[in-house]
């Protein structure tokens, strides 16, 4: 029996530039009112997370930060990774010089050092405001993850990880959607996130249904009884999934919350 869902957000139960389907807020609801607990686990800031969370009436803390950050609706830090102080200034330097775009996470806070169209659109429809000026005017501390984005060339974001995963492979660094390169500690992972808060309610591993789109959730999919991909997924995450839902335009977590979870509901 699933206990615990644990679900993705962009690309999973929100469409890029979309709000939440009428059908997924009812679906979020038909779980909790069976007792089923939903939480959220992002890439995104938590609180860019929290106001989806309120819209979607859920109580349960939020993973943030690719797991990076495990806090409460009401702001209480029960579990937070992060990045080294010295790399996160290497991997600063290496941006500089190789005209990357990189957003800079300071305690739940976001930076950037030029006010381009790259961050505009990051920011669009995400709760999230931001600050531009150098970076070395900043203390380099409580980095909760760097994100290097190329919003038109997906190839070079590819080459960024893998040249940041061999000089740092301390680190974990996934490519979370074609444009994105998340650099985060090795412990700030999806999985072990909806673990801790598995082990915090005596959930087990079998009793966890878990869904996400992106190679960076691929190690979130695996962590549970039920592994789900969306059919707009990644073809890694599709070929590790235990099912491949339809797409998020189609409701494909409501179709596989029916399928394993509220059997036999019509949403």
């Known amino acids: 029996m699933i206990k615990l869902v644990a679900t993705d957000i962009d690309g999973t139960i929100l469409a890029w530039g979309k709000g939440f389907t009428q059908n997924i807020k009812n679906c979020i609801k038909s779980l909790d009112d069976a007792g089923i607990k939903v939480v959220l686990v992002t890439g995104r ?8 969370a309120n819209e979607l009436g859920l109580k349960n803390p939020v993973i943030s930060y690719q797991g990076g950050l495990v806090k409460t609706i009401d702001g209480k830090t029960l579990f937070q990774s ?28 976001l930076y950037v050092e030029d006010d381009n169209d790259i961050i505009k659109a990051y920011v669009s429809g995400k709760f999230v405001d931001y600050k531009v000026g150098s970076f070395d005017d900043l203390e380099i501390k409580e980095v909760n993850k760097l994100l290097a984005i ?8 590819t080459e960024w990880v893998d040249y940041l995963k061999e000089k740092y ?4 660094i996934v490519k979370s959607t074609p444009y994105f390169c998340e650099i985060g500690p090795s412990d700030a992972k999806k999985s ?3 673990k801790f808060l598995a082990n915090m309610w005596g959930i087990k591993s079998d009793e966890i249904l878990a869904i996400g789109d992106q190679n960076n959730d691929i190690d979130l999919v695996k962590a549970g009884g039920i592994g789900v991909a969306m059919g707009n997924g990644s073809p890694e995450i599709k070929a590790c999934a235990d099912f491949v839902t339809d797409t998020v335009e189609n409701d494909g977590f409501v179709k596989a919350i029916e399928k394993f979870v509220l059997t036999g509901s019509k949403l």
């Open 150 to 157: 190329d919003s038109t060339n997906p190839d070079r974001v």
């Open 45 to 52: 800031m938590h609180s860019a997370a929290v106001p989806l």
């Open 82 to 109: 992060n990045l080294d102080s010295d790399i996160a200034k290497e991997i600063i330097n290496w941006a500089r010089n190789n005209d990357v775009h990189l957003n800079l996470y300071l305690n739940d806070k």
């Open 169 to 172: 492979p301390e680190l974990y």
């Open 192 to 194: 072990l996130a909806v």
